[in-house]
């Protein structure tokens, strides 16, 4: 399994607020992308926590009976960091409001448990084309749902980045989560699809480049069209 993890500052932003990390134990793996939202350096400080917490907690556990063990612990888990980056906002001023996004997926007995909560995003890599496995936690897309806004009218609403939740400010959360047997992926903050087309995405990744380079020039697009946000990406590719 090749799995690379990088973020980038992009053209526009002073702060990289953005986080994205992996950990692997044994057949047991884990990524993760987080986008920080808070004024000063709190967004930063959100996704470091939330970064920092669940790679060093996720294996910390027993034998899971099903699958819907895999999901409490995970659940779990993602509550925990919120509630301490909320205790953390709450002890400097400086970090008041802070919070972050969060999808993470977490491989064990060959399968793939995805959650999130916020705006980034999980995507499998099919053959011809990516296809988004998260839904976004935003305004606008909760206007979709409830028929209030069309598909297309949303792709382009000036309040489409809107969280209707986030770690650290909302509780409690509604994590998100599902089991996939696809083990070709990518987690990504909006800093990516929201500067590239699900189709520019995908003519990078299935080029014969190793995971690496793909990475690599993901960003690099992404800042050639602008790089008004900060990029987080995790690709993971099963070995030729």
Known sequence: MNIV???????????????????????????IVCDGMGGHRAGEVASTMACDYLTSHIF???DFV?????????????????QAIK????????????????????????EVHISHCGDSRAYAVEDNCIRQLTVDDTL???????GYLSYEAAQYHP???VLVQAVGVTSPLKVSHMVTKEKHLLLCSDGLYNS???EDIFKVINQDM???EKVDELIRLSNEAGGYDNTGIVLVEEEN
């Open 159 to 161: 309040q489409r980045n």
């Open 60 to 62: 910390d556990h027993g």
């Open 196 to 198: 590239l087309t699900d």
């Open 87 to 110: 205790r953390e906002s709450i002890l400097n001023p400086d970090f008041e409001g802070m919070g972050t996004t969060i999808v993470l997926a977490y491989c064990i007995n060959d």
């Open 140 to 146: 606008v897309n909760a206007l979709v749902e409830n």
């Open 66 to 82: 099903n699958e819907e063990s895999v999901k409490s612990w995970l659940h779990c888990l993602i509550e925990n960091t919120n």
């Open 5 to 31: 993890a990088k973020t980038d500052v992009g053209q526009m932003r002073k702060v990289n607020q953005d986080r994205a990390a992996y950990a692997v134990n044994g057949d047991e793996w884990l990524a």
């Open 210 to 212: 190793t995971t690496v």
